[in-house]
């Protein structure tokens, strides 16, 4: 079967961006002292984050692709640090969504998972950007790492997958495909 990582970033952007609301919520709802709907919208937000990443991995295996013609070691290391990260934060927000950790429990391994995911983003992006395939790769990385700006770069990632799909139209595109 094959799956388009475009449009599959498309979605995990949109999770993403329903998950920053929750996020501001959560926050809103805790300053002004309803600590039960600040709960629930955190809660709401933990599952969005971790659907959303998880929905981030087709991107990571397809920049992959479109970078290693210019640097093939650099971007599977880029790939397999991003992957890593990844699954890390995944496997950390289930675990504290099926409550097997507390958030204190939680919350220190996946902000270093965050901060490695946030060098991937600005990794990549640097690679993409010097080999001309990624313009603004490295603001958008760093967009990207602040999680609230995650969206915004699943959005502009996405068309710069699609844009390089019409570089050989009438084809199926390796960068745009992914075979399972």
């Known amino acids: 079967m094959t799956v388009s990582a475009g449009r599959i970033t ?4 949109v999770l993403a961006a329903i998950g920053v609301a929750f996020l501001v919520a959560m926050f809103v709802s805790f300053g002004v002292g309803a600590t039960s709907a600040g709960m629930v919208f955190g ?32 971007s599977l290391i880029a790939a397999v640090i991003g992957i890593g990260a990844i699954i890390a934060i995944v496997v950390l927000q289930a675990l504290l969504i099926a ?10 391994p ?11 983003f600005v990794l990549t992006g640097h690679m993409g950007r010097s080999s001309g395939v990624l313009p603004n790769g490295v603001r958008m990385g760093i967009l990207a790492a602040t999680y609230v700006g995650y969206p915004a770069w699943a959005f502009w990632l996405s068309r710069r997958l699609a844009e390089q799909a ?7 595109h390796p960068v745009i495909a992914i075979e399972e």
Do not use: C
Not at 10 to 13: D, E, T
Not at 99 to 108: C, D, I, K, Y
């Open 99 to 108: 409550g097997a950790l507390t958030f204190e429990q939680q919350v220190g």
């Open 43 to 74: 809660r709401i937000n933990d599952v969005l984050v971790m659907l959303a990443y998880l929905l981030a991995g087709p991107s990571a295996l397809a920049l992959h692709k479109l970078l290693r013609l210019r640097a093939p070691l650099l």
């Open 166 to 172: 019409l570089v050989f139209p009438g084809q199926r």
């Open 110 to 120: 996946v902000s270093i998972a965050l901060v490695v995911l946030g060098g991937w």
């Open 10 to 13: 498309i979605v995990s952007g």
